[in-house]
Antibody, heavy 123, light 108 residues
Framework: QVTLRESGPALVKPTQTLTLTCTFS??????????VSWIRQPPGKALEWLAL???????YYSTSLKTRLTISKDTSKNQVVLTMTNMDPVDTATYYC???????????????WGQGTLVTVSS | DIQMTQSPSTLSASVGDRVTITCRAS??????LAWYQQKPGKAPKLLIY???SLESGVPSRFSGSGSGTEFTLTISSLQPDDFATYYC??????????FGPGTKVDIK
């Protein structure tokens, strides 16, 4: 059974750095073709993909946010960590982590999602 | 970046109606398109991948079609559980992956 769970602060101040952790079970990020992404959704708005890390430790980022994002993994702990620097009130959103798997290592869709964690940016 | 659009943005329908949502990509994405359903306060749920492949466990009243730049999601007979927001997502190439703006299906 695949599960993912996001954790991190519910409230951050402007200019601070956000660190979110995705803890997962039911799959291994060392399996060829396996990926974990971070996706966010501001209140009442659409989904926005942020970053992806794959089994080979390749990393991909949103074009508009790549200077602020870092994604990393700890395969032994079954965790993926996202850091976002210089937080602003417009970054207030629910942040999801999601799994992708393609045995042919093609770019992926997202088949399992965490429940999401709401992060509010406010002073 | 590939841009995704959806129409309509809101759709009012009744139980039993046939519903069609359109998604368009700003350039060809072959069949690399997924559809998700999202209910308020919940994570998105995968419905369709590779434009027309039904995810395991998803009711057969959901179907997808299209290729290139134009795609559709059809619900053949709308059920009470189907009132939700639907998003398309392209995965033609690594980075960035983009979602459509969503289509909200509500009760007429």
């Amino acid at each position: 059974q695949v599960t993912l769970r996001e954790s991190g602060p519910a409230l951050v101040k402007p200019t601070q750095t956000l660190t979110l952790t995705c803890t997962f079970s039911g799959f291994s990020l060392s399996t060829s073709g396996m990926c974990v992404s971070w996706i966010r959704q501001p209140p009442g708005k659409a989904l926005e993909w942020l970053a992806l890390i794959d089994w080979d430790d390749d990393k991909y980022y949103s074009t508009s946010l790549k200077t602020r994002l870092t994604i990393s993994k700890d395969t032994s702990k079954n965790q993926v960590v996202l850091t976002m620097t210089n937080m602003d009130p417009v970054d207030t959103a629910t942040y999801y982590c999601a799994r992708s798997y393609d045995p042919h290592a093609r770019p992926p869709f997202f088949d399992y999602w965490g429940q999401g964690t709401l992060v509010t940016v406010s002073s | 970046d590939i841009q995704m659009t959806q129409s309509p943005s809101t759709l009012s329908a009744s139980v039993g109606d046939r519903v069609t949502i359109t998604c368009r990509a700003s350039q060809s994405i072959s069949s690399w398109l997924a559809w998700y359903q999202q209910k308020p306060g919940k994570a998105p749920k995968l419905l369709i991948y590779k434009a027309s492949s039904l995810e395991s466990g998803v009711p057969s009243r959901f179907s997808g079609s299209g290729s290139g730049t134009e795609f559709t999601l059809t619900i053949s007979s709308l059920q009470p559980d189907d009132f939700a927001t639907y998003y398309c997502q392209q995965y033609n190439s690594y980075s960035p992956f983009t979602f459509g703006p969503g289509t909200k299906v509500d009760i007429k």
